[in-house]
């Protein structure tokens, strides 16, 4: 287990451009106002020859009462718990605030490393600022400059002893393991299994305030997003590792996505790109509706953009435990996400109460089946066998009299299943006759819900002297005379 690294302090004193810089990717959002972190979030950091789990926390705010400040508030205190050394942040051009010295005297008593950076630390202008964190008490500052990567050797040195003493702790606790895996991916029956090292991608996604990181949270088994009655909290597409069931897996929680034209602000621009790009990174994709406005029309475009991305998709209906008639607005539900989402015919959908925790276990079911149809092989001479019968009952029309012959099918790749059939005249099949073949496939090889991809391509001759003209009677004779003399 690597060492854990949380890095604290007032908003907007460069925690998360700090937090970037060590995973070396621009994972968290940035932007000049303050408190736009949120949530807690982990990444994989790396200064030198030292790699840590780096988490990006809140601000630290005064207030400790149940507002949304007073939440961030107790998630940031549960990160200082969780985490082996706390890197605590002033900004160097600002100096030492009151609110400093109270967040000092805190991880004094709850951390049992804390290291002590001045940020914003380029120039003159911090030399004051530097000086006087001497005064917190937490020994010599390091002199940062997170947006322009200056002071990482002093955070190295500082790092490095800490480090060692962690490995040591670790390697006395570390249990014995012995694994062996056989993996044989020729078998057409075969689904690569999550392992810890490539854990199930699941992202949940929909509109706000319809209850992800709630769920998130139940999952999980412990409160590690920022949750609340307030439309729009998340901001940034967290991950989180976790066992589910016996299921490793990386969950994200994404911003809630609104319509286009009611993102106005940059920062929720941000947070919006940053969750789609989440549904690009997942396998499986839970869209989140809230049962008492489902299907909205934000949903179904989420939904669609999910089965494009090519990922596997869970409808997840949530807030189920106010329902008064369940029956009934379940059959509704159905016959809805049928009529308004032919394209994921046969997709999974499961009512769950993020609250509550009802309905996890299904829900979990639902991810798993997803993921196995997702990675479904179909042997090529069952397929071939299958294309027979379907050009039987019905066989292709014959535009502008030029007949479409479908010679062989077989499939091209998993995740999600394509298909690619070798045919005369590919760029004449209509559409409608690619999707005969593609429900075909969905309902006699069990591949409800997932989005299958249908290729036509055209096949070469093997007539060598196809388009050649022929030779006239002239051509001939003078030909046979000349071998003649």
Request: proline fraction near 6%; include cysteine.
């Amino acid at each position: 287990m690597t060492m854990t690294l949380a890095i604290v302090g007032r908003p907007n004193v460069g925690k998360s451009t700090l937090f970037n810089r060590l995973v070396g990717k621009r994972l968290a959002l940035v932007d000049d106002q303050p408190g736009v972190t949120r949530d807690l979030r982990e990444g994989a950091g790396r200064l030198a020859d030292l790699r840590f789990t780096v988490i990006d926390t809140a601000g630290l705010e005064e207030a400790t009462d149940d507002s949304l400040q007073g939440r961030m508030r107790r998630l940031t205190e549960r990160a200082v718990d969780m985490a082996d050394v706390c890197l605590f942040m002033i900004d160097a051009r600002a100096g030492v605030t009151p609110t400093d010295e109270i967040f000092a005297d805190i991880l004094r008593k709850r951390a049992d490393h804390v290291l002590l950076a001045a940020n914003k630390g380029e120039g003159t202008a911090a030399d004051a600022g530097v000086i006087e964190a001497f005064s917190l008490g937490l020994g010599e500052p390091i002199r940062l400059s997170a947006e322009h990567g200056e002071g990482l050797n002093d955070l190295y040195a500082q790092l490095q002893p800490l480090a060692d003493l962690h490995e040591e702790k670790n390697a006395q606790e570390a249990p014995e393991t012995d694994v062996t895996l056989n993996e044989d991916e020729d078998d057409p029956d075969y689904v690569p299994q999550p392992t810890n090292a490539k854990p199930l991608q699941v992202a949940v996604v929909g509109r706000p305030n319809a209850g992800k990181s709630t769920l998130i949270n139940h999952i999980v088994g412990e409160d590690r997003l920022l949750t609340g009655p307030e439309a729009g909290i998340t901001r940034d597409a967290i991950s989180l590792r976790t066992d589910w069931d016996g299921t490793p897996m990386r969950i994200f929680d994404t911003a809630g996505m609104r319509k286009r034209a009611k993102v106005q602000e940059k920062l929720e621009k941000l947070s919006v790109s940053d969750g789609l790009r989440a549904v690009k990174f997942a396998e499986v994709v839970v869209v989140l509706l809230d049962a008492a406005i489902p299907f909205e029309q934000q949903d179904l475009r989420i939904a669609d953009l999910a089965e494009r991305e090519g990922r596997a998709v869970v409808v997840a209906i949530n807030k189920w435990d106010i329902e008064d008639d369940k029956q009934a607005k379940l059959k509704d539900l159905k016959e809805s996400f049928e009529r308004l989402l032919p394209q994921l015919k046969g997709a999974p959908l499961v009512t769950v109460s993020a609250k509550t925790g009802r309905g996890l276990d299904r829900l979990h079911g639902a991810i798993m089946r997803a993921y196995d149809v997702w990675n479904r092989r179909v042997p090529t001479a069952a397929l071939n066998r299958w294309l027979t019968g379907m050009l039987e009952q019905h066989p292709p029309p014959a535009p502008q009299g030029k007949r479409i012959k479908l010679r062989y099918m077989t499939q091209a790749k998993t995740r999600p299943p394509g298909f690619v059939v070798m045919c005369s005249h590919p760029d004449k099949v209509p559409e409608s006759y690619n999707r005969y073949l593609v429900n075909g496939l969905r309902l006699d090889f069990d591949m409800p819900g997932t989005p299958i991809r249908l290729f036509m391509r055209g096949q070469n001759d093997a007539n060598p002297y196809k388009g050649r003209k022929k030779a006239g009677p002239s051509k001939l004779r003078k030909h046979t005379e000349g071998r003649r003399s």
